[in-house]
């Protein structure tokens, strides 16, 4: 769909059906990629409350709180002087496209996708190369198809570990790898590593160590968004250790935002503050959900198949082709409306429809045991 802005004059930004997360809830909502939200009070403990009422609502800086920065910083192994906090890490994404990428340039994006990951790129008219991964591979990173799509005008090259909508982790090896083949057919490039569900694990699995400190040439973004359950909190960040990347990227965020918010960087902080308490509640019902869901999953083979995450709250599903043609698609996501139920289409992310992105740390574990439920009378419906 094109929507004119004038006589010949299509918007930048395409018509984005994944807003409906925001803008038209529903009962059972599996499309939803957060673990659930925390509430205000949980942070107000202790002089928190004090110091939220005594904060002057004026501007901060243009870097973001000094002592956020540092929680940040120590989480990612990089200096506070290398973070950069944003309006969360959509925003850092377009700070960085609209930073490095002109029309003239080339810009590499591994799919599937969080959408506003191409959005950016899209709207600011470079030339932008997807690389799909693919289902049947389990979403394994393909170094070899994204060096083929370098070129020596590449100045971005962007994708997210563990991924959204799969929960697929890269590996640090493989990250190398792709930094080694850049450095020789794209030597302009910055590599973007999402690493918006790094510290959303499953159980006492360890959390593996941020890219931030890998290569001059990456750049992470993160949120207390995801695996905190803070989306509502608009903070997010950039970590950048070449010092004049990070200062192109503080004019631009001076010149867009100014400053962050106050009152949000401040909850932020303690978010952080009390991570390993509010991660280690997501990560125990996480791990349980995940065990549901696998269980769930064996259940319906043959409806639907499976690629088991390895990090996040989400997690790809596809129905069968051997069972569900192109209609059945279609009345499958009709029955699942019909019974107050969502998926994230596939269609959001850049595959198919018959993939579908599936939640499992937004529901509590009673309501997610409903939702699977009706999940599976739609499939028997469809």
Not at 6 to 28: C, I, K, T, W
Not at 139 to 163: E, G, H, I, N
Not at 308 to 314: F, K, S, T
Request: glycine share 8%.
């Amino acid at each position: 769909m094109t929507v004119s802005h004038g006589p010949g004059r299509p918007a930048r930004f395409p018509v984005a059906s994944m807003s409906d997360l925001v803008d038209r809830p529903v009962r059972y909502d599996l499309a939803e990629s957060t673990s659930p939200p925390l509430r205000v009070s949980e942070l107000l403990d202790g002089d928190t409350a004090a110091r939220l009422g005594a904060l002057e609502i004026g501007y901060g800086t243009s870097q973001g709180d000094a002592e956020l920065r540092a929680l940040i910083a120590a989480g990612a192994g990089v200096s506070p002087a290398e973070v950069l906090v944003t309006a969360g890490g959509s925003s850092g994404m377009f700070l960085l496209a609209f930073t490095l990428c002109r029309p003239e340039d080339d810009a590499v994006v591994v799919t599937p996708c969080f959408p506003p990951a191409r959005a950016a790129l899209d709207a600011l008219g470079c030339r932008v190369t997807p690389v799909a991964l693919s289902f049947d591979d389990g979403y394994r990173l393909d170094v070899d198809a994204v060096a083929a799509a370098l070129t020596p005008q590449t100045r971005l090259v962007s994708l997210a570990s563990p991924q959204n909508p799969s929960g697929v982790r890269f590996t640090e090896r493989e990250l190398r790898d792709l930094l080694n083949r850049m450095e020789a057919a794209a030597p302009h490039a910055v590599l973007l590593v999402d690493e918006t569900y790094r510290q959303s694990g499953y159980g006492a699995t360890p959390v593996p160590r941020s890219t931030a400190g890998l290569s001059p040439r990456v750049v992470t973004c993160s949120s207390v968004s995801k695996a905190h359950g803070a989306p509502g909190v608009r903070v997010g960040w950039l970590t950048v250790t070449d010092p004049a990347l990070y200062e192109s990227l503080r004019v631009a965020k001076f010149n867009t935002l100014i400053t962050g918010s106050g009152v949000d960087e401040l909850l932020a902080a303690e978010v952080l503050r009390r991570q390993e308490q509010i991660l280690g509640v997501r990560r125990t019902a996480l791990a349980a959900a995940l065990d549901t869901l696998d269980r769930w999953a064996a259940e319906h083979r043959d409806a639907v198949e499976f690629v088991r995450p390895d990090g996040g709250a989400l997690c790809c599903l596809r129905l069968r082709a051997d069972r569900f043609d192109d209609q059945a698609v279609h009345r499958f996501y009709d029955e699942l409306a019909k019974r107050e139920t969502r998926v994230g289409l596939g269609g959001w992310f850049g595959e198919p429809d018959r993939v579908f992105r599936l939640g499992f740390g937004h529901l509590s574990a009673p309501d997610f045991r409903t939702a699977l439920d009706r999940l599976a009378e739609a499939l028997a419906a469809a």
